[in-house]
Each structure stands twice: as C-alpha cells, then as structure tokens.
C-alpha cells in the first residue's frame, strides 16, 4: 500500500477524462455544454465534463446499432469475445491505481476500500463473466415426434445501463460486462457526480482491441441523457441501479416507447436483526456498525434498521457505540482513513433533513448528528445513532444514503420478522444467531433478495445480486445476470 504522499502525488498527475467516449473515440457534447466533477473532499472542480443530451444518445444509439447489426461483436466467436474482454480485465488490473485515485477523488470513497473492494471486485467481474461467454449453452426440448426444437441465447441489441454514483467503477461492471458478454453493443451513463473511471474503463476497452461503437459512455444528467436513452425505440433493454423514484419513471418510459424492458436493481432500506443467542456481542456490533457506516452510509445495502432484542439492548448498545466511534472522517487519500466525504452538498443537505426530522419525531440521539458543515472543508459527517426509533418515523422508512442509523429493539422472533417486513424495500437483510435452525427459519421469512448471516455485505461474482418489492427485479452478477441480456430463440425443424 502506498503512502498518503505516494497518493497524493498520483492524485495531482492522473489523467482526468472529460468527455465523452462514443464509438471509440472522446468527443465532447455535440451542444459544447459541460458540468462541473467536484472533489467532495476539497470542493475543488476536477475537470469541466461533458454534459451529453438526447443529441449525443442519438449518435450513440447509431453507432452502438451500427456496431450489432454488423455482426463485429455480436456474431464473433465467443472465444474471441472472451479473449478481448480478458485483456480488458489485464489492462484494467495493470492500471488498478490509477482507479482507485480517480473514483476517490470523484466521489470520496476511501482509497484503502477502492483497492481492498472495489477495484479487485470489477477486474473478478471481467474476468469470471469473460470465462462464462461459452459456457452458455442451447438446448434441444424433448418435442418427441419428427420434430427437433432447438433453444438458443441471442444477443438482443443495444443495451443501455444507467449507473450509480456510489460504487462507480464496481456498479458499471456488473451491468456492462453480461451486457458485453452476450453480444450486445452497450451505452453506459453514469452519474453527473462520478463519470471519470468508467471513462478511462472506455479508452482500456478500445486499447484491448473492443471494435468500435460496441461500448460507449455518455457523462451527462439523468433528465437529459438519461431520460433520452430511456425513451430511445432502438435500445432494446435498460438496466439502472439508483433510487425508487427513478426506477419507477424509467419503466413508464419504457412503456412510452417501444417496451424495452427494464432491469432495477432500486432503494434500500434494509434491517439487521440481532438476537440474544449470538454468542460473540462484540462482533456483531462490529458488524452491525460496517453495515451502516461502510461508504460512509452510501451503500443501498445499509442496514441502516437496526433491531435489538431487548434482553441484550444495553450491553449490545455499548458495544455498538465503541465500534462506530472508530470510523473517523478524514482524508481519503490516507490509507488509514475509513470514513471520506459525502458525495456532495445535497447528500449533507438530506443527511441533515432526516437527523432532524428524527429528534422531531421522538427518535433519541446518541452519537454523530446533524453536520457542522463550513464551506470549502469538505462534506465530511460523522456517524449518526438514533435509538427508540420506530418504523412510522420518516427517517425510518425512508432511504437516507448516509451515515445515520435507527435503532429499536423487538421481544420475541416473530416481531422480529414483522417489524424487518414493515417496509416498502426489500434489498438486503442481515441476521445475528447462533442458533441454526432460526437462521434458516427468519431468512425464509423475510422480504429480501439477499440475506446474510452472521454477517454483512459479503458477496461473489459467482452469487446473483438484487432486490424485491420497491428494490427491484432482475440480478447483477452471476450467471443469472447474463439472461437479463440474451433472448430465447425457438426454431423448431420439422424432420
């Protein structure tokens, strides 16, 4: 690991990309317009990037639909797909530093986390979907008869994925990859707050020998890029990861257009559930203090409601406590920071929003609170802990995307369950036992697309990734994740 200084210095050399890369080459918007990428740790612009509209997914669209119907990538071998995409993942590994500074000075994620999770994460994401390109095999159905029906995995088209600012390289990753993977020529937006990796991500694309027009990406905001891509009738499919509300006007899009379908991985509000036969109290208030304070709450996987049996709620409390005060915000370029800035001044503004709206509502705080925010210092927060929290509390039901975590404590398991289910999403979960047969009995039971046990977040590119309810359809990872981007063809030869 290299120094603060090391970083530093790589953080005021590195090559910030500012525009936008469209059929292997970097242009700026066709309007000239731009947007400001801010340091959330200095507040200093990083570069002025390229704002791109509906003009720009226009020519995209063209050049990704060109790129497919000319067979270039769609009808390649898969072997060969593969080997280029491997190459991809080899020029990305070579130039895993160079990653890290940039998603951390884009949106303030700590440096140490960049190369322990999600550097290492997006270059396994290339690398396993990459060997799994053909291994997708057809099928024949057992018509009987003289018939013979055969099953296959067609590309579908023009993919486009719209991606979130918190995790900007790992997210892009799990969405373009199967995308690429399948065939599919694919059109990248990420978020206005954090565009710079996956800009670099397109160039190494192009250097790995990827044809051009197969894999673009247009820097830009959600109402225009976003929203243009979304409407377009020649993309065929959406994958988005961001807030319900958006995911919900993205498939009315869908039906505004041309049917496209439309794959959302959405908000998150998820429960942690920590019993009294757990054996080690210690760990799990660790636990349950990475699940909220991680990303600095920036995480749609927080379990950021936290539910205590009351026989243990003192001496969870005080464990829970002495585990949150150890993420200190600081500069995330020092490897021993584990706790950076908020992505911007908005996130400081809704983090402080819900602190407040918690005391009026009767939630009792207990560590962190609302931040004492001074202009050009940074959006740095401290972790936030409200207890006698309930669920009709706003901040309760609501996703924050920060730092701040609600405590409460149940009786029995089955309020428990009850009180994890009382919510409109249905992300994550986590359970706290040493007791088997209830593990498997209280993740059955509740609403949630993952559920972990005895621990948080952990995951693999081999296990799907997403939610229920208000949270989603479709998965990220896995191999589940390419038949979100092939179609089913049946061609039935009467013999």
Known sequence: ?????????????????????????????????????????????????????????????????????????????????????????????QHQDEFAVLDTLDMGKSISEMLAIDVPDSIDCMRWTAEGIDKLYGEIAPTGGPNLALISHEPIGVVAAITPWNYPLMMASWKIMPALAAG???????????????????????????????????????HTAGKA??????????????????????????????????????????????????EDIEKAAQGAAAAIFTNQGEVCIACSRLYVQSSIKDVFMAAL????????????????????????????????????????????LVLGGAPNYQAGQGFFVEPTIFVDAENRMEFVREEIFG??????????????????????????????????????????RLESGMVWVNTWGDGDTTVPFGGVKASGNGRDKSLHAMEKYTELKNVWIRL
């Open 1 to 93: 690991m290299k120094t603060y200084d090391q970083w530093q210095q790589l953080a005021d050399t590195v090559a910030i990309p500012d525009k936008a890369y469209i059929n292997g080459q970097f242009v700026p918007a066709l309007s000239g317009e731009t947007f400001d990428c801010v340091n959330p740790t200095t507040e200093q612009c990083l570069a002025k990037v390229a704002s791109t509209d509906a003009a720009d997914v226009d020519l995209a669209v063209s050049a990704a639909k060109k790129a497919f119907k000319s067979g270039v990538w769609s009808q390649m071998a898969p072997r060969d797909r593969k080997n280029i995409m491997l190459k991809w993942a080899d020029l990305v590994s």
């Open 184 to 222: 599919n020529s694919v059109i990248l937006k990420p978020s206005e707050k954090s565009p710079l990796s996956v800009l670099r991500l397109a160039e190494l694309a192009t250097q790995a020998g990827m044809p051009d027009g197969v894999f673009n990406v247009l820097p830009g905001f959600g």
């Open 229 to 278: 891509l979304a409407l377009h009738n020649d993309v065929q499919v959406l994958a988005f990861t961001g807030s319900t509300r958006v995911a919900g006007m993205l498939m009315q899009y869908s039906g505004q257009s041309n049917l496209k379908r439309v794959w959302i991985e959405a908000g998150g509000k998820s429960p942690c559930l920590v019993f009294d036969d757990y």
């Open 321 to 364: 406590l002495k585990a949150a005060k150890k993420y200190v915000p600081g500069n995330p370029l020092d490897p021993n920071t584990n706790m950076g800035p908020l992505v911007d001044k908005n996130q400081m503004d809704t983090m402080t929003r819900f602190v407040n709206s918690a005391k009026e509502e009767g939630a009792r």
């Open 403 to 444: 730092p701040v975590l609600a405590v409460s404590t149940f009786d029995t398991e089955e309020q428990a369950i009850a009180l994890a289910n009382d919510s409109q999403y249905g992300l994550g979960a986590a359970i706290w036992t040493s007791n088997l047969s209830r593990a498997h009995r209280v993740s059955r």
